[in-house]
């Protein structure tokens, strides 16, 4: 049995030790025999991060495929820094407003499941930024523009509500990846410009830059290179997001979702980074070339990154070097 009680009869009680500043607390100078004493170590890993679930920022009609009047909540996850526990009363005490990036997570256009890359989005926010994933209507209950409009409401969102989740307004930039890549380009393509909704205009939905990966950006022009699926048929993703109608039947309409249709040369675009890997099966690299090559004949501020070997959003995706290319880009640009 342990013998606790000779401990109590050989020590004094001790009285509660009120410190501001852990990192001045007694230290102990006992080492057991055997006990292996490591020096020197400090947090680097950055920021904590609260997360807030289920964050409402708007109810929308559920669209063309639904009759009536039935409506459905658009949520996000809020992924906020904040200091470590071990900071100093001083540290603790100050006031601060981090930069935000509003991401779009990738879905086909369908639902999407909002967690997916949330390992990702916690490295970022550990750097000491706010990351708002945003949830869109799938594509079953509003077709294009439906998502990139709520893309854009939930960025205003963002702005009015800066105070409650600490964000700095003035310093945003808007991400996603696959289908959510293709909804970033538009939204920060767009801005205050249409197709738009009138929720919380009176905040602008303007980024300071877009960070997409992976995302379609032709869709006519996907089965004209190398792919695992079908992306004109109506029961394609892309078929889906025009209305669920054969993309090649409806140029026009698929027209419409073309990123680059909404750029002109005597119109501010904001900074873009772009990352696709060379062996996605699911989006065409030669999208990003498409997106690419036009941003710079157009003359704006555009970045690629060409992953080798990567494919759709894994072999290559999940690493501190392309997380620093990310930083590096948003220390920048934001």
Request: glycine share 6%.
């Amino acid at each position: 049995m342990f013998e606790y009680k000779k401990i109590m009869n050989e020590r004094e009680l001790q009285a509660p030790i009120p410190t501001p500043d852990p990192a001045k607390f007694p230290h102990s100078d006992e080492v057991p025999e055997g006990c292996k004493v490591i020096d020197g170590l400090k947090d680097d890993w950055g920021y904590y991060v609260d997360i807030h679930t289920d964050v409402v920022y708007a109810e929308r009609s559920r669209g063309f495929a639904y009759t009536g009047q039935e409506k459905m909540s658009l949520k996000m996850i809020i992924l906020e820094p904040r200091v470590h526990f071990g900071a100093s009363e001083e540290e603790q005490k100050v006031e601060r407003k981090w930069p935000c990036v509003a991401y779009i997570q990738g879905s086909a256009f369908h639902e999407q499941w909002m967690w997916n890359n949330i390992s990702r989005h916690i490295r970022l926010a550990e750097k000491g930024y706010v990351v708002a994933i945003i949830q869109y209507r799938p594509s079953e209950v509003a077709p294009f523009p439906a998502q990139m409009q709520d893309a854009k409401t939930a960025i205003r969102f963002l702005k009015k509500n800066a105070e409650e989740y600490h964000i700095d307004v003035e310093h945003m930039a808007v991400a996603g990846d696959s289908s959510g890549g293709h909804t970033a380009l538009m939204a920060g393509f767009t801005g205050d410009s249409t197709p738009d909704t009138d929720l919380y205009n009176e905040y602008s939905a303007k980024v300071n830059c877009i960070v997409d990966c992976y995302g379609p950006t032709v869709f006519s022009l996907m089965n004209y290179y190398e792919s695992s699926q079908n992306h004109y048929h109506p029961d394609s993703p892309e078929g889906y997001e025009i209305g669920h109608k054969n993309v090649l039947e409806n140029l026009e309409l698929a027209a419409e979702t073309i990123p680059m249709n909404y750029l002109s040369e005597d119109k501010t675009t904001p900074p873009t980074l772009i990352i696709h890997g060379s062996r996605d099966m699911l989006v065409p690299f030669n999208q990003s070339c498409q997106l690419y090559n036009y941003m710079k004949k157009m003359g704006k501020d555009v970045t690629f990154y060409k992953l080798n070997d990567a494919n759709h959003g894994c072999l290559g995706f999940d690493n501190d070097t392309v997380l620093g290319i990310v930083l590096e880009f948003l220390k920048e640009n934001i």
